[in-house]
């Protein structure tokens, strides 16, 4: 492969992204950050850093066009991507944070989610800047920290500090294929208290590991058959079973159990739904109206703790279809379009900035978080081709 001047500069600006450990948890991204920001000063962008908490360094850049706009308010596209990974794991044949080129690939923990992303949109922003930001409007964008834990102090954090935008892209490796959302995530816990007693008269005591067996049992049956997105991996929601945890000691009738719960939504679903759903599921199998988050009157107490809303953002939206347009003209074909099972900070761009959402980045996201992560660089460069065609088209007078 014929290595020219934008080719080192781009593989330099990943293997350093990879090279600088970024790992949630702790969720320190200084490092990372401080690649991110030398970059955008060898490329005259301005940029700020929003420290959500000590180490999630958020680098926030802003670029405007140079184009005057027929628009009274100008449009603004927010490019997101976040800078964090999770830890290395084991069984790795390559240094996870080595960043070696191998026959045309970048290796490491990062590379593919999602330092190949940003690596991509930072090459289009400093050639975008040196043509002379050929657009109308702005360009905020965002590498962000806390993405591989709850979002709290990366992307949601920017959110809740005035982050907003017409439209948005994210840059979760998505095969240079389009991604319209995602899954949504909500966590239950239920506290199920009965009343001990000794083992021997089991008839004294309220077993709470037996109330809960009824409790999952119940949650086994319902049905989520119904596909409700048929772009999606996996076309429904689902409710698992996912921990538990009950009892002190033998020969004692147990006071408590906890059940530990992975409920899944699909876009459309509501999380405060789901959590109705659960209570009376409750109070159908035992008979008891159950307490949320606090222990008030009830034996039962359910706490729900929700990771990312579902997201999908319609084909037929009008930002979609000129993405569609773009990708059409540069790689002579329409996009395979999915949903992912798994979620990304696209949900909080959508359901709390409240901006369509295209999820389009460079790398197999089946290599994401596994001891084999690489990314196909030729695929960065093409991204990052993508990204300034759709900003041209996007960010129009
Ligand atoms: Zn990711």
């Known amino acids: 492969m014929m290595r020219d001047k934008r080719f080192t500069i781009a593989l330099n600006l990943l293997q350093n992204l ?18 991110v ?29 140079s184009k005057k706009s027929n628009n009274d308010t100008p449009l603004c596209l927010v490019m997101n991507g976040h800078i964090d990974t999770v830890p290395a794991g084991e069984g790795w044949e390559k240094q996870p944070f080595s960043g070696e080129f191998i026959d045309g690939e970048v290796w490491g923990r990062g590379s593919v989610d999602m330092k190949g992303g940003i690596t991509a949109m930072l090459l289009a922003l400093s050639e975008i800047k040196d043509e002379g930001s050929p657009f109308c409007g702005e360009i905020i964008f965002t590498a962000v920290g806390d993405e591989e834990y709850h979002s709290q102090w990366g992307t949601k954090y920017l959110l809740a500090n005035g982050l907003n935008g017409d439209f948005a ?26 009343k001990a007693s000794h083992g021997g008269r089991p008839h004294l005591g309220d077993n709470a590991v037996e109330k809960a067996a009824k409790i999952i049992n119940a949650i086994n049956e319902m049905d989520f058959t119904e596909p409700s997105n048929s772009y ?20 004692v009738i147990p006071d408590l159990c906890t059940i530990y719960l992975d409920r899944r939504l699909m876009p459309g679903d509501s999380s405060d739904k789901a ?34 809303e579902p997201c999908w ?15 059409d003209s540069k790689f002579g074909r329409n996009p ?14 959508v359901s709390i900035g409240k901006m369509p959402t295209l999820i389009f980045g460079p790398g197999n996201y089946n290599l994401s978080h596994t001891n084999k992560e690489r990314i196909k660089f030729e695929q960065v460069l093409k991204a990052a081709d993508f990204y300034k065609d759709l900003i041209k ?5």
């Open 18 to 35: 990879v090279r600088a450990k970024s790992v949630t948890p702790p969720g320190d991204v200084s490092d990372s950050t401080n690649v």
């Open 37 to 65: 920001t030398n970059f955008l000063k060898s490329s005259g962008i301005n940029f700020d850093i929003v420290e959500g908490k000590p180490g999630v360094k958020n680098v926030v850049a802003k670029l405007k066009g």
């Open 169 to 194: 892209i994210n840059a979760e490796p998505t095969n240079l294929e389009f991604c319209l959302g995602n899954r949504g995530l909500l966590m239950v816990d239920i506290d199920i208290y009965g």
């Open 232 to 251: 999606f991996e996996v076309q429904n929601g689902s409710l698992s079973v996912v921990g538990i945890k009950g009892g002190s000691r033998e020969n």
């Open 275 to 308: 959590v109705k759903d659960i209570l009376s599921l409750i109070k159908d199998t035992v008979g008891v109206d159950a307490d949320i988050n606090d222990r008030k009157n009830s034996s039962i107490v359910v706490k729900p703790e929700f990771w990312h």
């Open 313 to 327: 953002t319609e084909v037929e939206h009008p930002f979609i279809q000129n993405c569609i347009d773009v990708y």
């Open 336 to 349: 395979e379009i999915s949903g992912k099972a798994a979620g990304t900070d696209a949900s909080h761009l």
């Open 393 to 397: 088209k996007v960010l129009h007078d």
